[in-house]
């Protein structure tokens, strides 16, 4: 998204920090929900009742004419998408909220490289150390060899990936799409690509579980909406580094609320990673290039 012409970077960074606060509210609840209701059921729930925020776009859905490539093009997304949330549901369950919110940060690196194999983006030698950066940051938080690698790490790593692909995917649809067609797209298909999966595992949900998972939903999609309004006030290289606060506000949280240690090593592994996005970021717009690095905000749920 272009930033407006009357740019105001502190309405961007401020806009940015209630983002920050939205989506870390959403790990919150999700972290307080924990294994009452299985990871897949959960998602789907979360997406289903985030439906009704659809409502005010069923105008713009209703007078677009989508191509079967198009269609396909939606499909893809929303099932690579699908497997993104079920896995980084699963993550919150097994993870302190912190490692989550670092490893989450690796998501727009893997759409550098992606940009770069299918989209014909060149990595020139800064992108390439920038990426370089990210990956040690990531061995950091990981410590395999010191320390036991998780089912939640993995399911982590695989979530970004998963996350970086949907990006890529919405690159080749925006042009072709109204922004809010293309979330609603989104919002749409996972539903549907997640209902099988909470099916499978389906246990009676209880009233507070349901509570928070629309919650989440309400978060979320304020924190998506918090997100237009600071790239519309202010350009991503301003408003990326703020992501930062994410890490600071999920590490304070997981140790006042849910008695997480402080582990100093997923900090360090965290600020690498998203000192090497914001980096990418900042090269492009020197460049001025077609954005093709997302901040790491456009890559949650």
């Known amino acids: ?51 009704v925020f ?25 099932i690579i998408h699908s497997g993104g949330v079920i896995l980084w549901f699963f993550a919150m369950t ?6 989550v919110t ?16 299918f989209l014909g983006e060149t990595l020139a030698a800064r992108r390439i150390a920038a990426i370089a950066v990210a990956l040690i940051g990531a061995i950091i938080i990981l410590r395999p060899g010191f320390r036991e690698i ?33 979330v609603a797209m989104l919002s749409i298909w996972v539903t549907i690509g997640l209902a099988p999966f909470a099916w499978a595992v389906w246990v009676p949900p209880s009233w507070s579980d349901l509570g928070i998972l ?23 290289a301003v408003t990326q580094p703020v992501t930062f606060l994410q890490l600071v506000w999920a590490t304070a949280l997981g140790a006042l609320v849910f008695d997480e240690a402080v582990d100093v090593w997923v900090v360090a592994g965290g600020t690498l990673i998203l000192g090497a996005v914001t980096f990418i970021t900042w090269r492009e717009a020197v460049l001025k290039r077609r954005a093709i690095t997302p901040p790491d905000a456009a890559t949650k749920l």
């Not at 097994?94 to 490692?99: D, K, N, R, S």
């Not at 978060?219 to 519309?232: D, E, I, P």
Request: aromatic share 10%; hydrophobic share 55%.
């Open 150 to 182: 998780s089912p939640g790490h993995l399911a982590m790593l695989v979530t970004a990936v998963l996350f970086g692909g949907s990006y890529l995917l919405a690159k080749f649809t925006v042009d072709a799409a109204n922004p809010p067609v293309v």
């Open 214 to 236: 629309f919650g989440v939903a309400c978060f979320a999609t304020a924190g998506h909406y918090s997100m237009t309004l600071a790239f519309r006030a202010a350009p991503v």
């Open 94 to 99: 097994q993870i302190p909220l912190a490692e």
């Open 54 to 78: 659809l409502l005010p776009m069923l105008g713009a859905i209703r007078n677009t004419a989508l191509s079967p490539r198009m269609h396909l093009l939606f499909f893809g997304r929303g």
């Open 102 to 117: 670092a490893m989450n940060y690796l998501s727009p690196v893997y759409v550098t490289i992606g940009a770069a194999l």
């Open 1 to 51: 998204m272009k930033p407006d012409t009357h740019a105001n970077p502190v309405m961007g960074v401020v806009w940015m920090l209630v983002t920050g606060l939205n989506f870390v509210a959403v790990t919150a609840l999700v972290k307080y929900l924990g294994t009452n209701v299985p990871p897949a059921q959960a998602a789907f729930l979360r997406y289903l009742l985030g439906l």
